[in-house]
């Protein structure tokens, strides 16, 4: 066998789908992994008989690569990171091209970039989303670092990418650690997205009572709609399938402790650092924080009261309705958060982003791919410095009509007790940012009353303060 085109280093289930992801594309791959049983198990089982080279040393895997060599990194995001790296330098030769594919913290992959650009070595931190039927059938990618080092490593990484309207959904976002930036943002807003639907779920069946089955009819007949989306349409399978144990819906068994890995707190941070909103992200990580403490609020739920549990005598057809136009809205402010971080972290890092292509690859391969999404990039295309998704036209004429629907289904809620912080949270937002005037001059007055802050005046430019 010639040297192969491309290696990657990392087993997990992600590394292994995306190294016979390569091999499906025609390009012969290299693989190691540090324990050397997963590298056997792997070679003797789903790469048996393909274009796959199993290595089992560094020096060995290093040398079966065609110069300039292509490593890509599937490894936990941190000290592992680097502990690859800081093993691979030695073996490799100025031009060789190393793919962080991890969810690496982009502080880290600028200072990993900027550490290899002095070996000459060119680093890319590339986002990659899709799950581990993405990573195998075709990904959303998020390349970032040099623009020499995307020329070496993009005839591959666009080749792998899911396709959308004859595109990969594979384009270069920027220098250094735009492309992990990109991808935190993209699980930010995953996270909201998730949020959300589960909110929709929770007023729809505690508030109306539907059963599995009636819910997994909504959800689907959503999908077929303006919701069009990845998330919707899992929602729908998953409340249709049945736990074979028990006979019982499947989520019905499924403790309500969420998980999470840590880019949503990522985002957060960024936000609160570059003065964006991120608050229906805010809302979802609070959200699974408070599912965590399941001991505590069974303790809760037998000391602390709720409204009193009453079947529901309105519109049911007119909530329902008013749920989705609810999603809907809160849909369109979470994207709008999220692209409006991604415009401060732009400026703040001198990226350039390209908005328009951020969510052109967020069409096809990733969790968050939506058809919505089209509308995006149409904004973005038709007015580039475009300040807040909301303001353009459609989305702004979207959130004039879902309105009353989505004050309506949060009312409904609170009036039953079902939490929705989320959708409070894209309402208080709109609600905000479309005022005027806001309370804070209350708030100017406090700091100016007990520090001497002092305040702005509407009547009069200067800075003013009140001996109170």
């Known amino acids: 066998m010639s040297n192969s085109d491309i290696g990657l280093i990392g087993l997990a289930v992600m ?11 025609g390009f012969l791959v290299s693989v190691f992994n540090r324990t050397q049983e997963v590298t056997k198990r792997f070679a003797e089982g789903r790469a048996k008989g393909g274009k796959i080279l ?50 690496s913290l982009w502080t880290d992959t600028q200072r990993r970039e900027k550490a290899l650009r002095r070996e000459s070595i060119h680093f890319i931190g590339c986002g990659i989303s899709g799950g581990e039927e993405g990573a195998l059938k075709g990904p959303s990618l998020m390349p970032g670092g040099a623009p020499d080092s995307w020329e070496v490593i993009s005839p591959i990484l666009r080749r792998i990418a899911a396709v959308v309207e004859s595109e990969p959904c594979c384009l270069y976002m920027g220098p250094d650690g735009a492309g992990h930036y990109v991808k935190m943002v993209h699980n930010g807003i995953e996270y909201g997205d998730m949020q959300l639907i589960c909110e929709a779920y929770a007023i729809l069946k505690d508030v109306l ?26 929602t729908a399978q998953i409340l249709d399938k049945m736990d074979p144990d028990t006979g019982r819906p ?63 005598s309105g519109d049911r057809a007119g909530l329902a309705n008013a749920v989705e136009h609810a999603l809907y809205a809160s ?6 958060q999220g692209m409006d971080l991604l415009a401060k972290a732009s400026e703040h890092y001198r990226w350039n982003l390209n908005f328009g292509n951020i969510v052109a690859v967020w069409r096809g391969g990733c969790i968050i791919r939506a058809q919505f999404l089209n509308r995006i ?22 959130l004039s009509r879902s309105q009353e629907g989505w004050r309506s289904a949060i009312s409904v809620a609170l009036q039953n007790g079902v939490p929705v912080p989320a959708f409070g949270a894209g309402l208080a937002y709109y609600d905000s ?36």
């Open 433 to 468: 940012y479309r005022s005027p005037n806001l309370p804070a001059n209350l708030i100017q007055a406090q700091r100016d009353f007990f520090g001497a802050h002092t305040y702005e005046r509407v009547d009069k430019p200067g800075v003013f303060h009140t001996k109170w």
């Open 15 to 25: 590394g292994q789908n995306l190294a016979l992801n390569l091999e499906s594309k």
């Open 331 to 336: 849909k369109i402010v979470n994207y709008a």
């Open 54 to 103: 199993p290595t089992y040393s560094l020096v060995s895997f290093v040398r079966s690569l065609t110069r300039p060599r292509k490593i890509v990194i599937m490894v936990k995001a941190g000290v592992a990171v680097d502990t690859t790296i800081n093993q691979l330098v030695p073996l490799l030769e100025p031009g060789d091209i190393i793919i962080d594919g991890g969810n």
């Open 209 to 234: 009572g539907l059963s599995n089955l009636e819910l997994h009819e909504v959800f689907s007949r959503w999908n077929n709609g303006e919701l069009d989306s990845y998330l919707i349409g899992i």
């Open 377 to 398: 990039k149409r904004a973005y295309e038709n007015k580039p410095d475009l300040r807040n998704l909301m303001l353009d036209p459609f989305f702004c004429s979207v």
């Open 250 to 312: 499947i989520v019905e068994v499924i403790l309500d402790k969420a998980g999470q890995k840590g880019t949503g707190k990522w985002a957060i941070a960024s936000a609160v650092d570059q003065d964006a909103t991120a608050s229906v992200l805010y809302a979802a990580i609070e959200a699974r924080i408070l599912s965590s403490k399941r001991e505590e609020r069974l303790v809760a739920s037998r000391v602390l009261s709720a409204p009193p549990q009453r079947p529901f």
